[in-house]
């Protein structure tokens, strides 16, 4: 079995610049630059025959270049409890676009629907007992966070194992773009 998601890369300088904002919020685990990136689909853990069938399925699919840019912060919550902070995404319907071919690449190799809505983010940290209000007050420092426009032309095939510092994340596969 191997554990596995369609993900997007952030350019080194984009990712230089996020990594400088991961300080100041206590029960942070802030997540290495080589970890930084924007999830399309999360698969899940795939017996090798299934993995080869999403391997094909994804290397089949056409997509365009687009642009995009990197814009506010947020977080995740488990009942009221934050649970991990993110940096956002400008609205594109090109991304969108990409994370429902990767969905219906999903579905061609034959794994079930996502349920989750597509919400593009990179995640910064996952947090442990932090404090709402010094969420808020982090968010309220980072919120006008803003990066250059950078190309997207190519996504990958990622696998996730764990490690003693948390999961490390290995390109198994590049998938390039129109």
């Known amino acids: 079995m191997i554990r596995l998601f369609a ?25 290495p630059l080589e970890n ?13 025959d299934r993995a080869d069938d999403l391997d094909a399925e994804l290397g089949a ?37 990409l994370a429902g071919r990767c969905e219906t690449a999903a579905r061609r190799a034959g794994l079930a629907p996502d349920r989750r809505a597509f919400r593009p983010h990179v995640t910064l940290a996952y947090l442990s007992g932090a404090d709402p209000a010094k969420v808020a007050a982090w968010m309220q420092a980072h919120n006008l966070v803003k990066s250059p426009s950078f190309r997207v032309s190519a996504f990958g095939l990622y696998s996730s194992w764990r490690a003693e510092q948390g999961q490390t994340y290995r390109l198994e596969r590049s998938y390039f773009l129109a």
């Open 36 to 48: 930084l990136h924007i999830t399309l689909r999360f698969y899940g853990s795939l017996a090798e």
């Open 7 to 31: 993900a997007v890369a952030i350019p080194g300088e984009i990712g230089e610049a996020l990594t400088r904002r991961q300080q100041g919020l206590p029960g942070a685990r802030w997540r």
């Open 61 to 97: 699919l056409s997509a365009g270049r687009f642009d995009l840019t990197i814009e506010g912060v947020g977080f995740f919550d488990d009942g009221g409890e934050p649970r991990a902070v993110w940096a956002g995404l400008s609205a594109s319907p090109p991304l969108t676009h």
